[in-house]
Each structure stands twice: as structure tokens, then as C-alpha cells.
Nanobody, 121 residues
């Protein structure tokens, strides 16, 4: 089992910055695909950014150039640095871990409880 605990959300004015953190309790963190997703009221949960075990990153078009995902395998942590925030970034942000299984290409999926980010105009 993997437990994910997010922190760092809050209220910020447009143009400001926040840094989200996610702690992973698993024993093979370095092998995981880690990601951040967000869900605004009345909308589906969407991918924001992902980072693979080898450090390759992928971003939603709406956050490219503003958000940066990173990981620290020594600390079992993944981060999301959010700059130039806009009101449309307001959502609950969830940490996600895709943990490899013994079956090639098959992953177990885990979610954190979410952290609220609110950007005021």
C-alpha cells in the first residue's frame, strides 16, 4: 500500500506562486510515475503534470511555462512549483502515484486526499 499526503495549498493572488509537496510512503518510490492532477468544481479531474522514474516530464498545455514538477527520490517527495497563477488554476490538486507491478506495463494507482488551491483575481 502507498499513502500520499499533499501539502502547500492555500489562497494566493493572481500572479503569485505556490509550491505543492507530496510525500509518498511507498518503498519503491524511485520506480513510480508521479503526477499532479486537479479538479475544479463541476469539472472532471485533469492531468496537470507528470514525472517518470527517469525524470521525463509532461505538462498540460494550460500550465506549460508556469508550472514545474520535480521529484526527490532520496526523500520520497514530488513537488509542483506553480508560478504566475491565474484564477483558472483554482481547484483541488491531487497527487498521484502509478506504482509498477510484476506485470510489465501494469501499474497500481494511488491518490492523495487533495489540497485546495484558490487564486483570487
Amino acid at each position: 500500500q502507498v499513502q500520499l499526503v499533499e501539502s502547500g495549498g492555500g489562497l494566493v493572488q493572481a500572479g503569485g506562486s505556490l509550491r505543492l509537496s507530496c510525500a509518498d510512503s511507498g518503498r519503491q518510490f524511485s520506480l513510480n510515475i508521479m503526477g499532479w492532477y486537479r479538479q475544479a468544481p463541476g469539472k472532471q479531474r485533469d492531468m496537470v503534470a507528470t514525472i517518470t522514474a527517469d525524470g521525463s516530464t509532461n505538462y498540460a498545455d494550460s500550465v506549460k511555462g508556469r508550472f514545474t514538477v520535480s521529484r526527490d527520490n532520496a526523500k520520497n517527495m514530488v513537488y509542483l512549483q506553480m508560478n504566475s497563477l491565474i484564477p483558472e488554476d483554482t481547484a483541488i490538486y491531487y497527487c498521484n502515484a502509478k506504482v509498477p507491478t510484476r506485470f510489465p506495463g501494469v501499474f497500481s494507482n494511488y491518490w492523495g486526499q487533495g489540497t485546495q488551491v484558490t487564486v483570487s483575481s
